[in-house]
């Protein structure tokens, strides 16, 4: 095989020189992975690739050691008397029956619920039929790590433009003014924003213009802009009122050519009337003259966007703070125009993206229903993931008796994951699927792996929906899995879904499930399943990668237009196919039933009183936020031998000036504590945080007897989240506040064997 360039390439499973795109993060980094005696000899930029054009991080450098692992799970493991054995596909899949029937039969299919976490996002099959499994499974409320991250934008996505998933993208190739609130692409790599090489992009941006970043935290990022604004855990929605406020005030509002699509605005000017910049200025930190000179400099600056994420999201108010971000990009004109915030037209639709049926615009009431314990309100179809726990604790009618995870550690990634811990054995099943022996699956009854990230084909579907170019990339598998039983992901659930519905897992008849999804996906583009299954030998997620890149933008949609992508002319482009920038795309993008973008919609409107209160409330002493690390992916590549490498990245960050008022040192001890739970951790000394705010990374918490992680438990750092207390929400869309944690910070009382404490404490 060769590619453009005439690289020779390798076949699957051969030596030689294999291009992969890294499914790791939204960066979809090119690699090139030389094989040898059939190990990862090396792993390489691409530079050639159309989109990353030679971009990686560590992470993408040490996908051969993550391939590598010995611990990693290559055979199904079922859980017998407490010993894990290794058993074969059929015995696994019947053990699952054996495990899940009774539970069904006894308590009926409400007692089973599923946690489909974060790598299922970016996996090629898992992403394409989790769909199945809680669509069809009959499970009336599952989990997801979404409502710890981007629920409020779905929320206000939904209720602004009539599509949850319909998020407005900055455009950090074409902008000349870029406003970073609550992310640090510097150690995320972007985030509901897919760029090559992001940190470059934004060293471009300050080349011609500049970046300013709000962050409670002096980032790597803020290290590299312009201008960082140090605000208050929890206060951008005010701050971004302020902002509002100044733009009307001093008549900077210019709509720009979406003007005649836009609903609301004197709604709007009415609402921030009451937030000028010097109501907000002592709750958020920043200087009523400052939040002015912001508004006059988005205004005034031809091609500039705000960019709000994870901490803008993760908090008190994360609903608000989404929905202004984008109505402060709208009245400076900076939305649906280059350079500014647009809605990216991914080359394949994405299956993950679907409309769920009941929430289709004009349905603006949640709380359809309730969770039985605390009576947490459903919000589009989803509760917050911090009701899991207390719903397998609580005895009574409805309570979860089976549990089935997906490509998720809630143990360590979910608020009060040690109360999930103590929960989880209680449970009379537990299947997971996963591909490591960790916090969560040590609970677990079977444990269904999947193939590693080399082993299986790579093309992105959520990730193309925040993508800042229209890009499609094909990579096939570098390794074959050793066992030529192994089945896939896709399969797995589609199993697990027929057991749900009352087939023994091993009886499903995976192919009929597989093309009933196919028709129903045809039949959401006007085309008719079975014609159009013809076309094919064989069904899974490549068959649906075929009918979303021929169906999309730039297909052939089936020989009607004979120049247009499919799969097949994809793979003879292994270096991808870049369709080049995002375009406008109001009105087509929108999902309303006027097709109006819904400036000021009143189930947020309702939720300003919240935060007036917040303005008038006594300030905390500390609080904590939370961080990311390059090196780290949430909680799963700890093991990772490369990656591990240099000083302790799990510490406690905190101003020079609170450490001194408390007599803490870089590297002591200390003792934090919320209203959720107490955990020990090192302290690290620092002036690049706002003084009162803390910072812990999240992910942590390993060396717990029965998981297999060696790497990892040897350096196993301290869970932050059992300080994340599970009530602490964003009230309209239940996202867990997992930053802005009250808090208090002392030494940690250190025993020294014999009793005595610690010297030099007292
Ligand atoms: N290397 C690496 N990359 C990752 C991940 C990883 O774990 N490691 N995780 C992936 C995932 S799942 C996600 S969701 C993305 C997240 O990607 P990002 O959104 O970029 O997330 P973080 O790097 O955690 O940056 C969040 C920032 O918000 C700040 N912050 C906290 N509270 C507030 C607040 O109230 N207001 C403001 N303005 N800022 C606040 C924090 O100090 C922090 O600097 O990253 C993805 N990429
Ligand atoms: N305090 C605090 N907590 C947070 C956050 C925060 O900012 N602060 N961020 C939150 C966010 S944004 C997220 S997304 C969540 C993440 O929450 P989770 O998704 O629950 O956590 P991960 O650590 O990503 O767990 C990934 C799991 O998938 C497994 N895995 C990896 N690859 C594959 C695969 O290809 N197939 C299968 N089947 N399994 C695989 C890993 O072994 C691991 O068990 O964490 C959240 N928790
Ligand atoms: S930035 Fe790193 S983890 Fe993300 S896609 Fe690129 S190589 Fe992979
Ligand atoms: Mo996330």
Known sequence: MTNGLNRELAFVGQDGLHLYTCPLCEAMCGLEIQVRDGHVAGVRPNRED???????????????????????????????????????????????????????EKHGIGAVTAYTGNPLAHSFSLARYAGILLGMSGMPITYSPGTIDQWPKNLSSHLMYGGWWSFPVPDVERTDLLVVMGANPAASQGSLLAAPDVMGLIGAIRKRGR?????????????????WLPITPGTDAALLLGVAHTLFDEGLVNLGTIEPYLDGVDVLRQVVADWAPERVSEATGIAAERIRGLARELATTPRAVVYGRIGTCNQEFGS?????????????????????????????WSVTVQPIPGLEDGVPEFGRYRTRVRGAKEVLGQVPVSCMAEEIATPGEGQIKALITVAGNPVLSTPAGHLLDEALPTLEAMISIDLWLNETTRHADVILPGPSPLEQPHHDDLILNFAV????????????????????????????????????????????????????????????????????????????????????????????????????????APNGINYGHMVPRVPEVLGTADQKIRLAPEYLLDDLPRLARRLTRDPDDLVLVS?????????????????????DRCTLLMHTDDAARRGLHTGELV????????????????????????????????????????????TPGVN???????????????????????????????????????????
């Open 671 to 714: 003792a934090v504590e919320s209203s959720g739970g107490r955990i020990e951790v090192a302290v690290e000394v620092t002036d690049a945080i706002k003084p009162g705010v803390v910072s812990m990374p999240h992910g942590w918490g390993h060396g717990k007897a029965g998981t297999r992680l060696g790497v990892a438990n040897s």
């Open 627 to 647: 961080r990311r690390h390059l090196r780290s992916n949430n909680s799963w590549l700890h093991n990772v031998g490369p990656l591990m490498k240099g000083r």
């Open 469 to 572: 170019n229209s890009v499609a990339n094909y990579s096939p598998p570098v390794f074959r899995r050793p066992d030529p039983d192994a089945r896939d992901e896709w399969e797995i659930l589609i199993r697990l879904t027929g057991l749900c519905t009352g087939t023994p897992a091993e009886d499903v008849d995976v192919a009929a499930i597989d093309d009933g999804f196919f028709d129903y996906l045809c039949f959401t583009q006007g085309l008719d399943g079975a014609e159009i299954r013809k076309h094919y030998d064989h069904g899974g997620p490549e068959r649906t990668l075929d009918l979303t890149l021929r169906t999309g933008p730039f297909g052939d949609r089936y020989e009607e237009n004979p120049d247009g992508l499919t799969l097949e002319k994809l793979k003879a």
């Open 50 to 104: 159309v989109w990353s054009r030679g971009h990686i991080c560590p992470k993408g450098a040490s996908l051969g050691a993550v391939h590598e692992d010995p611990d990693r799970i290559r055979m199904p493991m079922v859980k017998v008397d407490g010993e894990w054995q290794e058993v074969d596909w059929p015995t696994a899949f019947r053990r699952c029956t054996e495990l899940l029937a009774p539970v069904i």
């Open 320 to 348: 608000l703070a989404s929905w202004l971000v984008d109505v402060v990009n709208v009245l400076t004109g900076h939305f649906d125009v280059p350079g500014g915030a647009m809605f990216p037209t991914p080359a394949a």
């Open 211 to 227: 970046v300013i970043v709000i962050d409670p935290v002096r980032t790597a990022t803020a290290d590299r802009a312009d201008a």
């Open 720 to 762: 932050t989240n059992v300080l994340s207390p599970p009530d602490f929400l964003d009230e309209p869309s239940g996202n867990g506040a997992l930053n802005g944690i009250p808090v208090t910070v002392v030494a940690a009382e250190v025993l020294v064997p014999g009793g005595a404490g610690s010297p030099g404490k007292d």
